[in-house]
């Protein structure tokens, strides 16, 4: 009889055991992407300070997506083909040349801390876009978005002096449509279905929107000879590229795959803080009562609309 009992804590221990190692490299790679993920907007701020904006993201992500391609190359996978080509060309200009390429623009203008904000907002134009093709809005949606935008409001209070600053408006102004477009490309991806593999996908996107910018700030004159960028914008691309285009990516693309979506999900809050505390601490970022009550209070309405999304996800599950 004490064997058995022996036998049946001792099986209890492994199972216990191996539960814990199963979701704690989950949870350190949702850690992982929370903190380094809040650190990208930092060093895309000290790189824009010495080069142009759109040069710095064209580099970055032509690297990013060169060692994405070489990697899928390596192991010999197949090629998009067809249909597959347009939808890669369509979430290129949405998610690279458009999204992240504005919202690394916007912040030469505007903190780092802000630029966050406005990026974590993402889910309030999902909603918003959603409604007006007919869908409609659950109390936790209508709650969450009165809530982000008083949250919003009381951010900017401290700011409305500073849109009589040109180059503030148009910092704000080019962020938030980088939030609308990576919304419809959210939307889009999840309309059209991954029939190709999403990593070498993701690459490719990186590397043709490099491409295109490159072609505009070559056809606009915006470029610098590569010799008059400083080695402090450079080693800025070296951690955007590393942290934030690969390293950063799979870990999150493994939390995703081992954890629950309202886990998965937490990294979206953290971002902005860490953000916000080291833009304070490395820029000298204002960080006063308005910036974190008006932060916690919109990520608290985005966390609501984040929940009613979920909620709909499980009510009408994706066709398989």
Not at 105 to 110: A, E, R, S, T
Not at 125 to 153: A, D, N, P, Q, Y
Request: proline share 3%; glycine share 8%; aromatic share 16%.
């Amino acid at each position: 009889m004490r064997n058995q009992i022996c036998k049946v804590k001792t099986k209890i221990k492994n199972a216990v055991s191996s539960k814990i190692n199963l979701i704690g490299l989950p949870i350190l790679a949702l850690c992982f992407v929370s903190f380094f993920w809040g650190t990208t907007w930092i060093a895309s701020k000290i790189g824009v300070k010495h080069m142009p904006a759109l040069q710095l993201v064209a580099i970055r992500q032509f690297i990013g997506g060169l060692l994405y391609i070489s990697f899928f190359l390596f192991k010999k996978a197949a090629w998009p083909k067809g249909k597959q080509w347009k939808s890669i060309l369509i979430l290129s200009a949405l998610n690279f040349v458009l999204s992240n390429a504005l919202s690394t623009w916007g912040v030469k203008y505007i903190s780092s801390g802000l630029g966050a904000i406005i990026a974590a907002c993402v889910p309030l134009w999902i909603v918003i876009i959603t409604f007006f093709r007919g869908e409609r809005l659950s109390k936790f949606s209508v709650l969450g978005l009165i809530i982000s935008f008083g949250g919003v409001c009381i951010i900017f209070y401290d700011h409305l002096h500073d849109f009589l600053i040109p180059n503030f408006r148009f910092g704000i102004i080019i962020s938030i449509i980088s939030t609308l477009t990576w919304a419809f490309g959210t939307l889009y991806t999840k309309k059209k279905a991954a029939t190709f593999n999403p990593y070498f996908s993701l690459g490719l996107q990186m590397f043709l929107s490099s491409i295109i910018v490159f072609a505009y700030i070559g056809a606009t004159g915006t470029a610098v000879k590569f010799s008059e960028i400083p080695a402090v914008s450079w080693w800025s691309i070296a951690y955007l590229v590393i942290f934030g285009s690969v390293l950063t990516f799979i870990a999150f693309i493994y939390a995703l795959q081992n954890l629950p979506a309202e886990i998965s999900t937490i990294y979206s809050y953290i971002n902005p803080i860490v953000a916000i505390l080291l833009g304070a601490l490395l820029f000298d970022e204002t960080l006063n009562t308005a910036i974190i009550l008006g932060g916690t209070v919109t990520l608290f309405g985005l966390y609501l609309v984040n929940y009613s999304l979920r909620k709909s996800r499980k009510k009408n599950p994706e066709p398989s």
